[in-house]
């Protein structure tokens, strides 16, 4: 067994970063401004339709231009919470055992919130 | 341990010793906690609130997905989703998860600038800040009065 003198910082001194560390920060910007139209959007839509019957919302949903834009931002924004919760755990549970819990357990059901949604709609448009 | 518990003893002591030498015992300097600091409004306040609305709307993405289910699964389904959302408690976390869905977005819209390197004088910080709580406020009523009218001509045209 070889054995390492080198501390794990000495090591990774002088290798540079992994050039991974600024992914979230863009997904999460990027998802930032996908979301102002399509927020604009779904609000406006959600807004028109809150009082109408049921078979005038089910009607909207089938319509091709209207499903994939709602499925878009459903997508949209689950990524976008997806990256806010990860961070909310991170900066307040300090404790490793309870945070990978709960980050495990927030982005299990986050995951499959998501899914339940987009197969609603996609299945809703497909008649 | 032990040396923290004799600190502890010390303390106490220190304390008694203090409180027989100077009968009107002073309060020890605090440091400005959040009780005590009055936070900028426009700056950390906002900030924390954001903070509060990315949780609302995370909450809020299952009530979307609840939406969703309910109009699949058929009408009735959505009857029981309607009833919840027309009781009190779902209008009052209907009009916050619509304000907060709206901040978030405006809020998100500024910090955008900030990630760009503008609006970082403090007087345009300010100013933006109150801008954001102002629109969120106009828009959300807007968006109210866009719901509540979107359902007369409904009713109108399901009687004529």
Known sequence: MAR??????????GMGSAHEGSHHWWQHKMTTVANIPLVTWAVISIALLAGQPYEVVRAWMTSPLTAVLLMLTIFNLFVHAKIDMQLVIEDYIAN???????MLFLQASLVLACAISLFSVFKIALG | MLGHSKLKGKNSQGEKMSDSAAPAARPRPTSPHLTIYRLPLTGPMLSIVHRATEVAMAFGLFILTWWCFAILSGPDAYAVFLDCARSILGRIVMIGLSW???YHTLYDIRQLFFDMGKGFEKHTIAQTGIMVVLASIIVTALVWVLACTSVA????GVHG
């Open chain 1, 4 to 13: 390492q003198l080198k501390s794990p910082l000495g090591r990774a001194r």
């Open chain 1, 96 to 102: 490793k055992a309870i945070r990978l819990g709960a």
């Open chain 2, 100 to 102: 907060s869905v709206i």
């Open chain 2, 153 to 156: 001509p409904q009713i109108g």
